[in-house]
């Protein structure tokens, strides 16, 4: 039992480059999170699905564009990257289907954009 | 717009002592908070979940106070020990009453031995 999976672990682009974060869960989940982490600024929402098949924007979705590839899997994509989206980036998951729903992270993709 | 506040300074304390840790909201009336613990390179690691209509809630040598009235939760670890040196988060659900949460910047607790 793996918990939450992200790959990779460390990315570093150019400006302008594009790629995607992988995020799986095996817990049979139904939402799914994407937060990006910044010294100071704590924990933000980029997006978010609550089930398979839907997406809603968080806080920060400027940049970003999610996929709800399945139950398992949500991938967060930079299509063209920028220094301001260097970050460490976690995937969350939660079962969100009593109210004492906690979020499980992975343990982050630390990003960094020259 | 919504905002949540914690003690952005870290909080040093000896072995032993009882560490206080405050999260402050604004403008809004969540129905769930929540405590996390995050070390130093990992994800956060949940804690503690308390309700709107709860006062306290306690797990082992944690204990969660809740008081919507002051819009204020305080997150104490009672016989602190160097182990529970970390990062503590809190986490409102935003729009009340959904799993979409949002956090504070978190504080960070030094366990001197």
């Known amino acids: 039992n793996a918990g939450v999976t992200q790959t990779p672990k460390f990315q570093v682009l150019k400006t302008g480059q594009s790629m995607t974060l992988q995020c799986a869960q095996d817990m049979n989940h139904n939402s799914m999170y994407w937060y990006r982490q910044d010294p100071g600024m704590g924990l933000r929402l980029i997006y978010y699905s609550a089930s398979e098949g839907t997406t809603d924007k968080g806080e920060v979705p400027n940049g970003y564009n999610v996929s709800r590839l399945n139950k398992r899997e949500f991938s967060l994509r930079l299509e063209s990257a920028a220094p301001s989206q260097t970050s460490v980036y976690f995937c969350?998951?939660?079962?969100?289907?009593?109210?004492?729903?906690?979020?499980?992270f992975g343990n982050g993709t630390r990003l960094t954009v020259t | 717009s919504q905002k949540i506040e914690q003690n952005s300074e870290a909080l040093n304390i000896q072995e032993g002592k009882t560490a206080t840790l405050t999260c402050n909201y604004t403008?809004?009336?969540?129905?769930?908070l929540q405590w996390y613990r995050q070390d130093p390179g990992r994800g956060p690691v949940f804690l503690l979940l308390?309700?709107?209509?709860?006062k306290e809630k306690r797990k082992e040598r944690l204990k969660v106070t809740f008081d919507t009235t002051l819009k204020q939760s305080l997150f104490h670890i009672t016989a602190s020990q160097p182990a529970d040196s970390a990062t503590y988060l809190c986490?409102?659900?935003?729009?009340?009453?959904?799993?979409?949460?949002?956090f504070g910047t978190g504080t960070r607790l030094k366990v001197l031995a």
């Open positions: 308390i309700r709107e209509n709860e």
């Open positions: 969350a998951s939660t079962e969100a289907v009593w109210d004492n729903s906690p979020l499980h």
């Open positions: 986490a409102l659900d935003y729009p009340s009453g959904t799993y979409k949460y949002i």
């Open positions: 403008n809004y009336s969540p129905a769930y």
